[in-house]
């Protein structure tokens, strides 16, 4: 049976106003081996275009801790943020990592989303990379009735991103 995301039951999906969800499992690559691309978000405009402008509060980084806050932009949004599970890899566990993030706004254009992460092993030199996010807010109930929805493609250039920097040991 496949691990799955933990939800708060404000941000459950099916009860905000968008959500998305994506998934890749490859071969020849490890938990331990995708970790750190996730894990150090200064990493993330080398392997995916759609984020930029990360900085940390407090001197933090360059790598997350469970009590890390940050701000970084992506989808055009200025977004603050700050770790709500934070799992590094462990033997026969699924690595975790979720952030609560907001732009700042009126009841029209602010944005809060819970955005997770699970990586597990798998057997045969697998691995599985789980994404989920779930919005609440104006701006989110925008982006669910765009089609194709820019969150589930953003999501996926992300993986594939976060797949190839890990597979091709990508300096950062």
Known sequence: MANEIFWSEEYLPGTTDNYCSNEVIVS???VDKVWPYLNNPFAWPVY?????EIEFDHKGGPEFTKDSRFRFKTFGFPIEAEITEFVPPAANEPARLAWHGWAEG???????VIHAWLIEDL???????LT???QIGKPAQGLARVKPNPMINGHQDWLEGLVNAAKNDLKI
């Open 28 to 30: 020849e690559l490890t």
């Open 48 to 52: 995916y275009a759609n984020s930029s």
């Open 106 to 112: 009126d009841a029209e254009t602010r944005l809060d």
């Open 123 to 129: 057997p045969g030199g697998r691995v599985r990379i």
């Open 132 to 134: 989920q996010e779930s």
